[in-house]
């Protein structure tokens, strides 16, 4: 685990750079935890949505949340041809966004990113100490999420959604779907326009915990109410005892 | 509004039986109060499922919350065909289940309801002063309910499930939940084996309200997480100010 610059604290919550490398890969991250914590303790994992990065605003915001009212720490990493990995630096969303389906494209990139947070996560808890992890992602985040819960049995708790048996990888979510087997809130939007409700229903059915709820609103893809976002930290929390 | 015997108060609630008439019908219900309340304030109304009554476990339960911990009345009122508007008091399960589709048989029973409720509502207010309103009813509370709602301006929120565009009103319930504008919390059972998934996602989706969220869970039709079932009376606490 190379950390990168120096870690910056702010109200409480210390944020740090880092990069681990996975299979030859750099696998570029953000590790968020008290800033007056000397271990991981409890630990979420962010995986944030197409198009965006690891230090998108609602996982900033959700890393903060989790750090400042629940003294659980927060690991995101950069999805497949997004933020860092870019040359660019993905900043730049529609052109993110353009390069979707081809980040997704090769057959292995699903497995590629399940070993880059498993890295990422064994480098930070070899470094500082193991604990309970959650997983959180909405979207893109669900796509890298499934595979991973499904595979990664220290995953104990997971906030999914926005995504269905759809989309570039949609036939392993389905393979790996009943192999998640941690209690799982899944949030789909009603009007959706980006992913079928159909669809997104299909996934939420096929997860194979009984500890499932299904939180759907009115709205598009990305209107999740602010309230169930807020409520996010919460519940991962909860259940990282 | 006459009052059946006398009220009984325990760790902070009175609970009064009492009759009301609407349009010759003898409606019983029951009122929950601070025990140390003269006025009614915030009320809610709580609709039983199909084969119970006004005082089955979860109904008093609620009730009970509502009371102690957010200081909210409630009035339920048995439903039709059901409770003391039977000869034999309702007690009965079995008997009860049996005369269900009975009782939803006459044309206008949905009618009779909304106006024995509208009836119990405005004589409590007469009695004891005006207050936000909200409606609790899961099952044949929500045959009640989204007919109720439609035609009742003062019901503020409401928590729904358990039923679909299905059943003795599910016409009805079609023509009228457009008209249910209030937020609704929306409880689906995903393996409900009364009510078919679908008949309950469309009534969901017909709810007129864009402040409405579905929260559904693995299980059979009565076996709503206890959580889900205890967080009722806050949700609709926070909805009535």
Redesign the interface.
């Known amino acids: 685990m190379e950390w990168i610059g120096a870690a910056v604290s702010s109200q409480g919550v210390r944020e740090q750079r880092f990069d681990v490398d996975c299979e030859g890969r750099r696998v570029p991250g953000i590790l968020w935890m008290p800033a007056d914590a000397t271990e991981l303790g409890p630990v979420a994992l962010l995986g944030h949505g197409g198009s965006l990065h690891k230090r998108a605003d609602y996982i900033l915001a959700t890393a903060r949340r989790l750090v400042r009212h629940h003294a659980v720490s927060a690991i995101a990493i950069d999805g497949p041809g997004h933020g860092d990995r870019r040359a660019d630096g993905g900043t730049d969303r529609e052109r993110v966004r353009s390069d979707f389906e081809g980040a997704w494209k090769a057959t292995d990139v699903t497995d590629q990113m399940v070993a880059d947070w498993r890295a990422a996560l064994d480098a930070a808890q070899a470094a500082l100490g193991e604990g309970p992890v959650a997983y959180f992602g909405l979207s893109m985040g669900t796509m890298m999420g499934v595979p991973l819960i499904a595979a990664e049995a220290r995953v104990r708790v997971a906030v999914l959604g926005l995504m269905g048996i759809w989309g570039p990888n949609g036939g392993r979510m389905a393979e790996d779907a009943p192999r998640v087997l941690c209690p799982v809130r899944f949030l789909?939007q009603?009007d959706d326009e980006i992913v079928p409700r159909e669809r997104a229903?299909e996934l939420?059915?096929r997860l194979g915990t009984?500890q499932?709820?299904?939180?759907?609103?009115?709205?598009r893809h990305v209107e999740v109410?602010p309230d169930?976002m807020r409520a996010v930290a919460a519940f991962l929390a909860s259940h990282l005892g």
């Open positions: 789909a009603w229903l939420f059915d009984r499932k709820s299904l939180r759907a609103h009115p709205g109410p169930e």
